[in-house]
């Protein structure tokens, strides 16, 4: 089991920037993919950023590449999303999650989930 903890989110204002946490316990954090996901009521869960589990390979979804950044510290097992130049299209409730799975983009694959936090952007 993996438990996954998310932090950071909250009201910013278009354009501004937010860091998103992930803190992980249960297993060896660096045999984990991990990835951040998006979801606005009525849609399904979205990709955002995804990076291995060295840290060495990321990808990101084309709606954030260039204003988002996802790193990782597996001493302290936890991941990051540095969200810049926010718009109100950002707006929703930010998922991490993790697989053993290689950079993979859906959401289907991943095992482990933690609760979301909330992220709105006004204009």
Avoid: H
């Avoid at 089991?1 to 946490?21: D, K, N, P, T």
């Avoid at 951040?36 to 849609?43: A, E």
């Avoid at 510290?73 to 290689?102: E, I």
């Amino acid at each position: 089991q993996v438990q996954l903890v998310e932090s950071g989110g909250g009201l910013v204002q278009a354009g501004g920037s937010l860091r998103l946490s992930c803190a992980a316990s249960g297993r060896t954090f660096s045999d984990y993919t991990m990835g951040w996901f998006r979801q606005t009521p009525g849609k399904e869960r979205e990709f955002v950023a995804v990076i291995s589990g060295s840290g060495g390979r990321t990808n990101y979804a084309d709606s954030v590449k260039g204003r988002c950044t996802i790193s990782r510290d597996n001493v302290k097992g936890t991941v990051f999303l540095q969200m810049d130049s926010l718009k109100p299209g950002d707006t929703a409730v930010y998922y991490c999650a993790a697989t053993r799975y290689f950079i993979v983009t859906r959401a289907s694959v991943y095992e482990y989930w933690g609760q979301g936090t909330q992220v709105t952007v006004s204009s």
